[in-house]
């Protein structure tokens, strides 16, 4: 058990792994996983393990199942980490078929992997095209990268949009996405897949969002002299690129014709490993994308029936476990006249079954018929699409996550409609979020009783509430322009 735990987490961490551009005009895809370092852990004890016994597996015949043979066996450090790397790759693809037996994300992997090259083929055979392609992790990844996608489609008309996603999470909410051409899987990161993929592909100009780092992809991409940028990257101090060990990730990142970072501090971090003049701060798309929906924003009548005019509306947007036993402090209020709608992150039946378990007398979005519900102060979200939307009728916002080890969801989708945002303490590796904090257009909290203290000092003072509302909505305008900054740099270089 133990082992397909690490083999199915390693999608998320493998997925931020990879290596490298060609004249743009000229030239005719989370899972349940634990986080990358993880999978760096692990190679470092196969490393040591396999020096230590390099005599007797020297000729041991399965690593030709890696596409290696004997004689490219070498002992140098660039080369046993990427004997390493594929047997980790082949590893974790044995794991997840065997997890893909009982859950649910898993099996939708497997499946949408299934002969995924000759699917590939098929449709791509008769194009004449040149394709931009872009790879995002997840839905998240997707979001940020949108905003980019969809002006290259109106700038580049006469090219093709592919969209590949790592994860399911992406690519079954996004598979029928009308502005790419064509939406698939990312298969798996092997030699010959990312050969016969580039191949069949033959992408003019390939983009990869914040975290993407495929090995072989980007070696292929760099072999062929493809053009690959990589936008809305974050680079922390402690990312695996910085230490003694991150040879390996630091090659990868010369595969890049361009990384356009969030902030200057990746900048400066990455000048010493790729050069300046290959990086360029233009902050995040995500800023754009929130922009754009809300100005595109379209009224949820069922909400407006149900929000009593003049009431203090709570909107906890993506919550946990931990969230919903926060939250559910709400019921002990005494007086309180105030409205909580709540999207829980999970949506399947038995967890909308427990999550009202947890607020008596609360009412089901599907349930919204005729005016019994009208005496109800707790809706609870039961589908997915209206997040965003949710957060305009809000009075103040609560982003879940906040207990989780992968941190808080997005802030941003509620700040851009100058609403005060809570969370809970694990958002450390949010740079928005730090900043709205500093910016004072967020609070973070403790436990449930420090929530509902700061939440009834927002409520009793309005000086408050409207300083707070203020700073997150003018966080979010100061720092759109990131979409215009990448496209200008495209249209300039690859023309």
Not at 352 to 359: D, E, N, P, S
């Amino acid at each position: 058990m133990s082992f397909l735990c690490f083999s199915v987490s390693v999608a998320d961490s493998c997925h931020r792994s990879t290596e490298p551009l060609r004249d743009f005009a000229d030239r005719p895809v989370h899972s349940c996983l634990p986080p990358p370092e993880c999978a760096i852990r692990y190679r470092r004890v196969l490393v040591a393990a396999f020096e230590a016994t390099w005599s007797p597996f020297k000729y041991f015949a399965p690593w030709r199942l890696c596409g290696l043979t004997p004689g490219t066996l070498h002992l140098q450090k660039n080369n046993l980490t990427v004997l390493l790397y594929t047997i980790f790759i082949r590893l974790y693809r044995a794991g997840i078929g065997i997890a893909a037996l009982f859950n649910p994300k898993a099996k939708l992997w497997t499946a949408g992997r299934k002969n995924i090259l000759s699917r590939l083929q098929a449709d791509f055979a008769g194009n004449a095209a040149k394709v931009i392609w872009m790879h995002c992790a997840s839905l998240g990844e997707f979001e940020q990268g949108r905003t980019v996608l969809e002006a290259l489609k109106q700038k580049y008309q006469d090219h093709k949009i592919l969209l590949t996603f790592f994860s399911p999470s992406g690519f079954e909410v996004r598979k029928n996405y009308p502005a790419a051409d064509w939406v698939y899987y990312l298969p798996l990161d092997t030699r010959y897949n990312a050969a016969t993929f580039i191949k069949t592909v033959r992408p003019a100009l390939a983009i990869f969002v914040k975290y993407e780092y495929w090995y072989h992809f980007l070696k292929n991409l760099n072999r062929e002299k493809i053009p690959v940028l990589l936008i809305s990257a974050i680079f922390r101090a402690d990312a695996i690129f910085f230490k003694p060990q991150g040879a390996f990730h630091r090659k990868m990142l010369h595969f890049f014709n361009h990384i356009f970072v969030q902030n200057a501090e990746s900048k400066e971090r990455l000048r010493a490993i790729i050069g300046e003049n290959k990086i360029t701060v233009a902050g995040d798309t995500r800023f754009d994308r929130v922009t754009q929906i809300a100005a595109g924003f379209e009224p949820i009548p069922l909400i407006e029936s149900f929000i009593a005019p003049g009431k203090f509306v709570i909107v906890a947007g993506s919550t946990w476990v931990d969230d919903e036993y926060n939250l559910s402090y709400f019921n002990k209020l005494d007086n309180n006249d105030s409205i909580l709608i709540i999207a829980p992150h999970e949506i399947d039946p038995a967890h909308i079954k427990r999550v009202k378990g947890l607020f008596p007398g609360s009412v089901l979005f599907s349930e919204l018929k005729g005016t019994s519900y009208l005496k109800s102060t707790i809706l609870i979200i039961d589908n997915i699409g209206m997040l965003s939307r949710l957060y305009y009728y809000a009075t103040i916002t609560y982003i879940g996550g906040g207990f989780n080890p992968s941190g808080i969801h997005n802030t941003l989708e509620a700040a851009v409609f100058s609403k005060p945002v809570l969370f809970g303490p694990n958002y450390q590796k949010f740079l928005e979020a730090i900043e709205l904090i500093k910016k004072e257009g967020a609070i973070s909290y403790y436990d449930d009783k420090e929530l509902f203290i700061e939440i009834e000092k927002l409520k009793t003072q309005p000086g408050l509430l409207n300083r707070y509302s203020t700073n997150a909505g003018t966080f979010v305008k100061e720092r759109t322009g990131a979409t215009g900054i990448i496209c200008n740099y495209i249209q300039l270089n690859f023309r």
